[in-house]
Protein backbone atom coordinates (compact mmCIF):
# COMPACT_ATOMS: atom_id res chain seq x y z
CA UNK A 1 0.00 0.00 0.00
CA UNK A 2 1.23 3.28 -0.90
CA UNK A 3 2.33 5.75 1.73
CA UNK A 4 -1.26 7.70 2.85
CA UNK A 5 -3.45 6.25 0.00
CA UNK A 6 -6.21 9.11 1.51
CA UNK A 7 -4.09 11.91 1.79
CA UNK A 8 -6.45 13.34 -0.81
CA UNK A 9 -9.47 13.71 1.32
CA UNK A 10 -7.78 16.26 3.58
CA UNK A 11 -8.30 19.62 3.92
CA UNK A 12 -6.26 22.15 3.63
CA UNK A 13 -3.34 22.57 6.10
CA UNK A 14 -2.55 26.39 7.54
CA UNK A 15 0.84 27.59 6.20
CA UNK A 16 3.56 26.14 9.12
CA UNK A 17 5.49 29.80 10.93
CA UNK A 18 8.85 28.50 11.86
CA UNK A 19 9.30 28.21 15.50
CA UNK A 20 11.57 25.39 16.13
CA UNK A 21 14.22 28.25 16.78
CA UNK A 22 12.61 30.06 19.25
CA UNK A 23 12.64 29.62 23.37
CA UNK A 24 10.02 31.80 23.61
CA UNK A 25 7.02 31.23 21.18
CA UNK A 26 4.79 34.89 21.28
CA UNK A 27 0.92 33.26 19.64
CA UNK A 28 -1.79 35.41 19.09
CA UNK A 29 -4.65 34.08 21.40
CA UNK A 30 -8.30 34.64 21.30
CA UNK A 31 -9.95 37.80 20.87
CA UNK A 32 -6.00 38.47 19.91
CA UNK A 33 -5.02 38.58 23.59
CA UNK A 34 -1.50 37.32 23.87
CA UNK A 35 -0.22 33.63 25.16
CA UNK A 36 3.46 32.43 25.51
CA UNK A 37 4.92 29.31 25.93
CA UNK A 38 8.84 29.27 26.89
CA UNK A 39 11.26 26.25 27.38
CA UNK A 40 14.03 25.31 29.37
CA UNK A 41 13.68 27.57 32.51
CA UNK A 42 15.88 26.56 35.12
CA UNK A 43 14.61 26.04 39.12
CA UNK A 44 15.32 23.91 41.78
CA UNK A 45 13.10 20.78 40.84
CA UNK A 46 14.52 20.95 37.50
CA UNK A 47 14.10 22.48 34.04
CA UNK A 48 10.41 23.08 33.39
CA UNK A 49 8.25 24.57 30.88
CA UNK A 50 6.14 27.82 31.01
CA UNK A 51 2.90 28.81 29.31
CA UNK A 52 1.33 32.20 29.73
CA UNK A 53 -2.69 32.42 29.50
CA UNK A 54 -4.48 36.17 29.58
CA UNK A 55 -7.07 37.41 31.57
CA UNK A 56 -10.42 36.17 30.51
CA UNK A 57 -12.34 39.72 28.73
CA UNK A 58 -15.05 41.29 30.63
CA UNK A 59 -18.14 40.85 28.37
CA UNK A 60 -16.66 38.25 26.58
CA UNK A 61 -18.87 35.45 28.48
CA UNK A 62 -15.56 33.95 30.07
CA UNK A 63 -14.76 32.69 26.61
CA UNK A 64 -11.86 29.99 27.42
CA UNK A 65 -8.52 30.51 25.90
CA UNK A 66 -7.74 29.06 22.11
CA UNK A 67 -5.02 27.35 23.94
CA UNK A 68 -6.64 26.12 27.24
CA UNK A 69 -6.10 22.14 26.97
CA UNK A 70 -8.77 19.99 26.83
CA UNK A 71 -9.73 17.66 29.28
CA UNK A 72 -7.07 14.82 29.45
CA UNK A 73 -4.70 11.96 30.40
CA UNK A 74 -1.59 10.71 30.20
CA UNK A 75 -0.33 6.90 30.06
CA UNK A 76 2.96 7.04 31.15
CA UNK A 77 4.15 10.84 32.61
CA UNK A 78 3.17 12.65 35.86
CA UNK A 79 2.62 16.06 35.51
CA UNK A 80 3.68 18.88 38.20
CA UNK A 81 2.18 21.81 37.69
CA UNK A 82 3.67 25.08 39.61
CA UNK A 83 1.66 28.54 39.45
CA UNK A 84 3.92 31.09 38.67
CA UNK A 85 2.01 34.11 38.92
CA UNK A 86 -2.38 34.62 38.85
CA UNK A 87 -4.64 31.90 39.75
CA UNK A 88 -5.98 28.96 38.16
CA UNK A 89 -8.40 26.03 38.54
CA UNK A 90 -7.39 22.46 37.89
CA UNK A 91 -10.59 20.74 37.13
CA UNK A 92 -10.10 16.62 37.79
CA UNK A 93 -12.57 13.87 37.59
CA UNK A 94 -15.75 13.86 39.51
CA UNK A 95 -16.20 17.22 39.40
CA UNK A 96 -13.61 17.70 42.12
CA UNK A 97 -11.60 21.28 41.58
CA UNK A 98 -8.57 22.49 43.28
CA UNK A 99 -8.04 26.61 43.37
CA UNK A 100 -3.87 27.76 42.75
CA UNK A 101 -2.56 30.68 43.25
CA UNK A 102 0.94 32.19 42.97
CA UNK A 103 3.78 29.39 44.36
CA UNK A 104 0.95 26.58 44.79
CA UNK A 105 2.00 23.60 43.02
CA UNK A 106 -0.03 20.10 42.69
CA UNK A 107 0.65 16.66 40.90
CA UNK A 108 -1.27 14.99 38.54
CA UNK A 109 -0.15 11.12 38.51
CA UNK A 110 -0.46 9.54 35.16
CA UNK A 111 -3.63 8.31 34.20
CA UNK A 112 -5.71 10.78 35.32
CA UNK A 113 -8.14 13.07 34.36
CA UNK A 114 -7.76 16.41 33.99
CA UNK A 115 -7.93 20.29 32.77
CA UNK A 116 -7.04 23.83 34.31
CA UNK A 117 -8.14 27.01 33.10
CA UNK A 118 -7.38 30.75 34.58
CA UNK A 119 -9.71 32.01 37.28
CA UNK A 120 -12.44 34.15 35.90
CA UNK A 121 -11.95 36.45 38.26
CA UNK A 122 -7.84 36.70 37.64
CA UNK A 123 -6.72 40.16 36.70
CA UNK A 124 -3.64 38.97 35.50
CA UNK A 125 -2.00 36.58 33.17
CA UNK A 126 -1.83 32.77 34.60
CA UNK A 127 1.74 32.06 34.14
CA UNK A 128 1.94 28.04 34.54
CA UNK A 129 5.13 25.89 34.59
CA UNK A 130 5.17 22.18 33.41
CA UNK A 131 7.30 19.21 34.66
CA UNK A 132 7.71 15.77 33.90
CA UNK A 133 9.44 12.46 34.70
CA UNK A 134 13.04 13.27 33.30
CA UNK A 135 12.60 10.76 30.36
CA UNK A 136 9.20 11.82 28.85
CA UNK A 137 11.05 15.76 28.73
CA UNK A 138 12.12 15.88 25.32
CA UNK A 139 8.61 13.81 23.82
CA UNK A 140 6.46 16.66 25.93
CA UNK A 141 8.63 19.07 24.24
CA UNK A 142 8.44 17.82 20.91
CA UNK A 143 4.55 17.27 21.56
CA UNK A 144 4.31 20.92 22.92
CA UNK A 145 5.95 23.05 20.22
CA UNK A 146 4.14 21.19 17.36
CA UNK A 147 0.37 21.67 18.58
CA UNK A 148 0.52 24.75 19.53
CA UNK A 149 2.24 26.04 16.86
CA UNK A 150 -0.19 24.31 14.49
CA UNK A 151 -2.97 26.02 16.69
CA UNK A 152 -1.57 28.94 16.03
CA UNK A 153 -1.24 28.75 12.62
CA UNK A 154 -5.03 27.65 12.09
CA UNK A 155 -5.35 30.82 14.64
CA UNK A 156 -3.93 32.84 11.83
CA UNK A 157 -5.16 31.23 8.79
CA UNK A 158 -8.61 31.10 10.29
CA UNK A 159 -8.80 27.28 9.78
CA UNK A 160 -10.19 24.85 12.12
CA UNK A 161 -7.80 22.37 13.57
CA UNK A 162 -8.11 18.51 12.12
CA UNK A 163 -9.00 16.56 14.84
CA UNK A 164 -6.92 13.79 12.69
CA UNK A 165 -3.72 16.31 12.97
CA UNK A 166 -4.55 16.34 16.79
CA UNK A 167 -5.07 12.92 17.41
CA UNK A 168 -1.55 12.33 15.39
CA UNK A 169 0.25 14.74 17.75
CA UNK A 170 -1.20 13.28 21.27
CA UNK A 171 -0.98 9.98 19.90
CA UNK A 172 2.96 10.48 19.96
CA UNK A 173 2.78 12.09 23.40
CA UNK A 174 0.67 8.84 24.83
CA UNK A 175 -1.83 11.47 25.71
CA UNK A 176 -5.51 10.56 25.29
CA UNK A 177 -7.85 13.45 24.79
CA UNK A 178 -10.97 12.69 27.19
CA UNK A 179 -14.44 11.61 26.05
CA UNK A 180 -16.03 12.21 29.30
CA UNK A 181 -18.31 8.69 28.71
CA UNK A 182 -20.73 8.04 31.85
CA UNK A 183 -19.23 5.86 34.07
CA UNK A 184 -16.05 5.16 36.17
CA UNK A 185 -12.95 6.62 35.17
CA UNK A 186 -11.05 3.85 33.65
CA UNK A 187 -13.73 3.51 31.52
CA UNK A 188 -13.47 6.89 30.10
CA UNK A 189 -9.60 6.36 30.08
CA UNK A 190 -10.19 3.06 28.02
CA UNK A 191 -12.74 4.57 25.70
CA UNK A 192 -10.66 7.49 25.32
CA UNK A 193 -7.63 5.11 24.51
CA UNK A 194 -9.68 3.50 21.80
CA UNK A 195 -10.68 6.65 20.27
CA UNK A 196 -7.01 8.49 20.47
CA UNK A 197 -5.36 5.40 18.41
CA UNK A 198 -8.14 4.47 15.81
CA UNK A 199 -8.28 8.21 15.05
CA UNK A 200 -4.84 8.62 15.02
CA UNK A 201 -4.13 5.71 12.86
CA UNK A 202 -6.14 7.27 10.44
CA UNK A 203 -4.56 10.39 10.61
CA UNK A 204 -1.26 9.08 9.97
CA UNK A 205 -1.33 6.20 8.02
CA UNK A 206 -4.24 7.12 5.72
CA UNK A 207 -4.37 10.76 5.75
CA UNK A 208 -0.59 11.25 5.92
CA UNK A 209 -0.46 13.58 8.97
CA UNK A 210 2.72 13.72 10.79
CA UNK A 211 3.99 13.71 14.41
CA UNK A 212 6.44 16.51 13.95
CA UNK A 213 7.15 18.98 11.63
CA UNK A 214 11.13 20.52 11.05
CA UNK A 215 9.01 23.99 11.09
CA UNK A 216 7.91 23.79 14.51
CA UNK A 217 10.26 21.37 16.05
CA UNK A 218 13.61 19.64 15.69
CA UNK A 219 15.80 17.61 18.06
CA UNK A 220 19.35 19.95 17.88
CA UNK A 221 17.84 23.56 17.76
CA UNK A 222 19.19 27.05 18.35
CA UNK A 223 17.83 29.07 21.26
CA UNK A 224 17.24 32.30 21.21
Not at 24 to 52: C, N
Amino acid sequence: MSPAPLAFLRGRSPPRTRTAHLNLIPMGDTHKRSFEIEFHIPTPAGTVTKQVFPPKLVGASLEPSFYRPPAHYHIWQDEHFTVMSGEGTWYLWGGKTVHLKTGDEIVVPAWKWHTFDITPESKEPLAVAYRYNKEYAEMEERFFRNILSYFGDCQRAGTKPSIFQIMVFSMHNWMPIALSVPGPEWLDLVVSGVFLVVVGIIGELLLGYKASYPEYYVKEKKVE
